[in-house]
């Protein structure tokens, strides 16, 4: 049998009057042994970076809900694309989310063990340069920064969460 089953997709739209879209799976899969990988593009411009940043979340054995904290401006997000990755050779995945409040740059995370040569940390979303990007309610500028960090396993029982701009 197939070691990974990867199910993809896109969302073709998410209005700016929306702060959350589902999609669906063809088949259900083990919440336990699967990750998501998604991207987006929005043509949207001006201080109100929150409304044009997402996350991706596996939130039933056959659901993906993508959200964001704000309402979007006049232009919408005009495609997401979707992976739903499912490891069947025993893999384990954990997931989460976690929330910086204003003026913290870093977050030192709890886990449960893991074996640092064969694990890796990453997020569901990244919009590019390697960065890991999430959800923001900041509508004052248009950096990134606020909602995106770099991930980071600093021992096997920690992940450290990083981002530039607080």
Same mark, same amino acid.
Request: glycine share 10%; hydrophobic share 40%.
């Given at each position: 049998? =197939? $070691?990974? =089953?990867?199910?993809?997709?896109?969302?073709?739209?998410?209005?700016?009057?929306? &702060?959350?879209v589902?999609?669906?799976?063809?088949?259900?899969?083990?919440? =336990?042994?699967?990750?998501?990988?998604?991207?987006? *593009?929005?043509?949207?411009?001006?201080?109100?970076?929150?409304? *044009?940043?997402?996350?991706?979340?596996? %939130? !039933? &054995?056959?659901t993906?809900?993508?959200? *964001?904290?704000? @309402?979007?401006?006049?232009?919408?997000?005009q495609?997401?694309?979707?992976?739903?990755?499912?490891?069947?050779?025993?893999?384990?995945?954990?997931?989460?989310?976690?929330?910086?409040?204003?003026?913290?740059?870093?977050? @030192?995370?709890?886990?449960? !063990?893991?074996?640092?040569?064969?694990?890796? $940390?990453?997020?569901?979303?990244? $919009?590019?340069?390697?960065? =890991?990007?999430?959800?923001?309610?900041?509508?004052?500028?248009?950096?990134?920064?606020?909602?995106?960090?770099? @991930?980071?396993? &600093?021992?096997?029982?920690?992940? %450290? @969460?990083? *981002?530039?701009?607080?």
């Open positions: 049998p =197939n $070691a990974i =089953n990867v199910q993809k997709g896109s969302i073709t739209t998410m209005t700016g009057t929306t &702060t959350s589902t999609a669906t799976l063809a088949t259900t899969v083990d919440t =336990n042994r699967t990750f998501l990988l998604a991207g987006y *593009r929005s043509g949207g411009a001006g201080w109100d970076i929150g409304s *044009r940043m997402i996350r991706a979340r596996l %939130t !039933a &054995t056959d993906i809900t993508i959200d *964001r904290s704000v @309402l979007g401006d006049a232009d919408d997000i495609e997401i694309a979707w992976q739903a990755v499912e490891l069947k050779e025993g893999s384990t995945v954990r997931q989460g989310s976690e929330n910086f409040g204003s003026g913290v740059s870093q977050k @030192l995370v709890s886990i449960s !063990a893991v074996d640092l040569n064969r694990a890796a $940390a990453f997020a569901s979303v990244q $919009a590019g340069a390697g960065q =890991n990007v999430g959800r923001s309610p900041f509508v004052s500028d248009d950096i990134m920064g606020v909602g995106s960090a770099t @991930l980071a396993l &600093t021992s096997s029982t920690e992940l %450290t @969460l990083e *981002r530039t701009s607080t």
